[in-house]
């Protein structure tokens, strides 16, 4: 039963984090601005996540132990990490302003061999042939994914630049949840992550953010983003891995890929091709058996 609930808390928060780039796009048909929408989306996360973290730890009788000075430098990382949050966001919505959603979340999925050259230079490991290999083929899906093949196909270099600068901040996102500040609760590791993530975007689009903040009509756009894209994930990832393993935990997350790319395409009307179908197929194929095979390094 508790393998089932992980496997339940893995899907739905994959699932979440793929309905974000089609909630953001809506609200950029609407007439509202990446920038309040990124902001507001944060700040949501900010205030459900620390009323969480305040009830977990009175409940847990955890607050001697958050006011450790080991405790107070984990969290110092944590924010510090948690920027990379803050600017995958910013990235991942401005990418699609410039490119289709299921280009843009192709192009987030880069992090697949981006996290493998991070662990190489981190953990000082000779690579694993079998993901060196997917690697190499995970960028030959994303050339089909992207469409570039096709007759109509236009290139963005902006697009693409955001997207690839999401997938980088999105691979150290990646490292710091599962590497960073293990020594605290989970809770408390997302709540200060996702705080770094808001600090970075205050930085990131400045004054901007008041001048598209002209309508209380943003909060429910808002609300909508911060409960899919900050409260949501981290709290079903944080309790749904430890039941299933980083294992099954990661083939379950590309659902985030079909998610996103359906979504796009009953809500934003976007076509997907065929050799565009071919390459997103290659890519979690290729996921999946990197997640699943252990083989000798090189």
């Not at 590791?189 to 953010?209: D, E, M, P």
């Not at 949501?232 to 998610?259: C, D, H, R, S, Y």
């Amino acid at each position: 039963m508790d393998k089932l609930k992980g496997i339940a808390f893995v899907s739905i928060g994959a699932a979440s984090y793929g309905v974000l780039a089609t909630i953001v796009k809506l609200a950029n048909n609407a007439g509202f601005g990446t920038a309040a929408l990124t902001f507001l989306q944060f700040v949501f996360g900010v205030i459900v996540l620390s009323i969480i973290s305040f009830v977990s730890v009175r409940k847990n009788n955890l607050t001697a132990t958050n006011n450790t000075i080991s405790s107070n430098k984990s969290k110092f990382k944590l924010l510090l990490f948690g920027s990379s949050l803050g600017f995958t966001s910013c990235f991942y919505y401005l990418a699609i302003q410039f490119v289709p959603v299921s280009i843009g979340i192709i192009l987030l999925m880069q992090t697949v061999w981006m996290s493998i050259i991070l662990e190489f230079f981190t953990e000082r490991e000779r690579v694993n042939r079998t993901k060196l290999i997917g690697a190499i083929v995970v960028l030959a899906g994303t050339a089909l994914a992207s469409r570039i093949f096709e007759s109509d196909f236009t290139f963005s270099p902006l697009g693409f630049g955001y997207g690839f600068l999401a997938a980088l901040s999105y691979t150290i996102t990646m490292y710091a949840t599962n590497k960073i500040s293990l020594d605290l609760p989970n809770i408390t590791r997302s709540k200060y992550l996702v705080l770094g993530g808001f600090i970075a975007i205050i930085f990131f689009w400045n004054y901007q953010i008041t001048e598209e903040l002209n309508t209380l009509e943003l909060i429910k756009w808002g609300v909508i983003l911060g409960l899919f894209g900050t409260v949501l994930p981290p709290i079903l990832f944080n309790n749904g891995v430890p039941k299933i393993g980083a294992g099954l935990a990661g083939i379950l997350a590309t659902l985030e890929i079909p998610v996103s790319i359906l979504s796009a395409y009953f809500m934003l009307n976007e076509r997907i091709g065929l050799l565009q179908a071919l390459g997103i197929l290659i890519i979690l194929i290729t996921i999946i058996k990197i997640n699943t095979h252990k083989e000798k390094v090189i």
